[in-house]
């Protein structure tokens, strides 16, 4: 009897080369007890001292954290850039960086309109006939303001806002603009890629990919410690110098 194989199966028995690398990485900011309906009737009748919880109490809190992202931008002297539906930030941001003349900062501030869970009062009935107000999440279009900024250490990134209760965040590391520092002659210390094999030809011929692609310095040390037939291609992520 011949068991069906799967595709992984096959390519495991060819493969002879194998490189990893980071793509993406981003971190989520966000509060854990703001993310089920006990935690914010608790935020906003135990820590606030309201009677109840209800959507209409996070308007207020919307309003004044959007007033003051603009007063940052008005009192830093930031572009605010509106970003249309299907525009590429990366492009934008590109240009931006390209003439960017600090060793570190904020480039400019984005706004876009994006989907989110937000929380939302929902009116049911007891088995009595009476009708409470219930908090129940849900999928809405809110606006998110993107902070893009340019670290000496950690290269450029981008902090992003939700506008909208509990105000959750995101933090990007922009590793695909890396080219565009290095061009400016730009090379925080964990922006290296190491490529370890016991072929110097292959090697050589990744790192110079890399360092094509604009990824940071190509190191193809001949005495790195423990050697392996698998290449590593790692852009680091940590702040440790020693980056390994």
Same mark, same amino acid.
């Given at each position: 009897?011949?068991? @069906?194989? !799967?595709?992984?199966?096959?390519?495991?028995? &060819? $493969?002879?080369?194998?490189?990893? *690398? #980071?793509?993406?990485?981003?971190?989520?900011?966000?509060? @854990?007890?703001?993310?089920?309906?006990?935690?914010?009737?608790?935020?906003?009748?135990? &820590?606030?001292?309201?009677?109840?919880?209800? !959507?209409?109490?996070?308007?207020?809190?919307?309003?004044?954290?959007?007033?003051? #992202?603009?007063?940052?931008?008005?009192? &830093?002297?930031?572009?605010?850039?509106?970003?249309?539906?299907?525009?590429?930030?990366?492009?934008?941001?590109?240009?931006?960086?390209?003439? +960017?003349?600090?060793?570190?900062?904020?480039?400019?501030?984005?706004?876009?309109?994006?989907?989110?869970? $937000?929380?939302? !009062?929902?009116?049911?009935?007891?088995?009595?006939?009476? %009708?409470?107000?219930?908090?129940?999440?849900?999928?809405?279009?809110?606006?998110?303001?993107?902070?893009?900024?340019?670290?000496?250490?950690?290269?450029?990134?981008?902090?992003?806002?939700?506008?909208? +209760? @509990?105000?959750?965040?995101?933090?990007? @590391?922009?590793?695909?603009?890396?080219?565009? $520092?290095?061009?400016?002659?730009?090379?925080?210390?964990?922006?290296?890629?190491?490529?370890?094999?016991?072929?110097?030809?292959?090697?050589?011929?990744?790192? *110079?990919?890399?360092?094509?692609?604009?990824?940071?310095?190509?190191?193809?040390?001949?005495?790195?410690?423990?050697?392996? *037939?698998?290449?590593? +291609?790692?852009?680091?992520? *940590?702040?440790?110098? %020693?980056?390994?």
């Amino acid at each position: 009897m011949t068991l @069906p194989r !799967t595709a992984a199966d096959v390519l495991s028995e &060819h $493969v002879v080369f194998e490189v990893e *690398s #980071i793509d993406r990485m981003y971190l989520n900011v966000y509060q @854990p007890r703001l993310t089920y309906g006990a935690g914010v009737a608790g935020f906003f009748v135990a &820590h606030r001292g309201n009677r109840y919880a209800s !959507t209409a109490l996070m308007d207020p809190m919307t309003k004044t954290f959007v007033a003051d #992202i603009h007063h940052f931008i008005a009192s &830093h002297d930031l572009d605010l850039v509106h970003f249309d539906k299907g525009q590429r930030k990366d492009e934008v941001t590109a240009e931006k960086l390209a003439g +960017f003349t600090e060793a570190q900062g904020i480039l400019y501030v984005g706004r876009a309109q994006e989907k989110a869970l $937000v929380w939302r !009062t929902q009116r049911r009935r007891n088995p009595s006939g009476g %009708d409470y107000a219930w908090m129940v999440r849900a999928s809405a279009f809110i606006n998110h303001f993107y902070f893009y900024c340019l670290d000496a250490d950690f290269g450029p990134f981008f902090l992003k806002f939700g506008t909208y +209760f @509990p105000y959750t965040a995101k933090l990007y @590391p922009l590793t695909e603009l890396l080219g565009v $520092v290095t061009a400016q002659g730009l090379d925080p210390y964990h922006r290296r890629a190491r490529c370890r094999t016991r072929d110097h030809d292959t090697r050589r011929t990744l790192n *110079s990919y890399m360092d094509q692609r604009g990824a940071g310095t190509g190191h193809s040390s001949d005495t790195a410690p423990q050697p392996t *037939s698998r290449c590593a +291609f790692q852009s680091c992520v *940590s702040v440790s110098p %020693d980056c390994r």
